[in-house]
Nanobody, 126 residues
Framework: QVQPVESGGGLVQAGGSLRLSCTAS????????MGWFRRAPGKEREFVAG????????TYADSVKGRFTISRDNAKNTVYLQMNSLKPEDTAVYVC???????????????????WGQGTQVTVSS
């Protein structure tokens, strides 16, 4: 049983940085691959970044490669998303998800994740 809770969203100017955190209680966290998704106004939810349970493997959407970095600290049951060089098109609700330890590799689709947070709003002004 994993319940992700996001924090760190807010308003930032284009070109700025923001760091999101996702914390989940429970001993199972260590076994879960984790992912960040986002939903912008008028658009479908899209995959942003994912990280394996051990943190040794990461994957990113093409739109954020080179700008966003996902990491995790299993001792703190926390996953991070460092967002640099933010653009107005990054504006969205960012949601953290856990796959429940059901997958060997990091998924890039919503259906590959079992537990979802409520999301945190990120707004980038031009």
């Amino acid at each position: 049983q994993v319940q992700p809770v996001e924090s760190g969203g807010g308003l930032v100017q284009a070109g700025g940085s923001l760091r999101l955190s996702c914390t989940a209680s429970g001993r199972a966290f260590t076994w879960d691959n984790m992912g960040w998704f986002r939903r912008a106004p008028g658009k479908e939810r899209e995959f942003v970044a994912g990280i394996s349970a051990s943190g040794d493997s990461t994957t990113y959407a093409d739109s954020v490669k080179g700008r966003f970095t996902i990491s995790r600290d299993n001792a703190k049951n926390t996953v991070y998303l460092q967002m640099n060089s933010l653009k107005p098109e990054d504006t969205a609700v960012y949601v953290c998800a856990a796959d429940g330890g059901l997958r060997e590799r990091v998924g890039t689709h919503s259906y590959e994740y079992l537990y979802w947070g409520q999301g945190t709003q990120v707004t980038v002004s031009s």
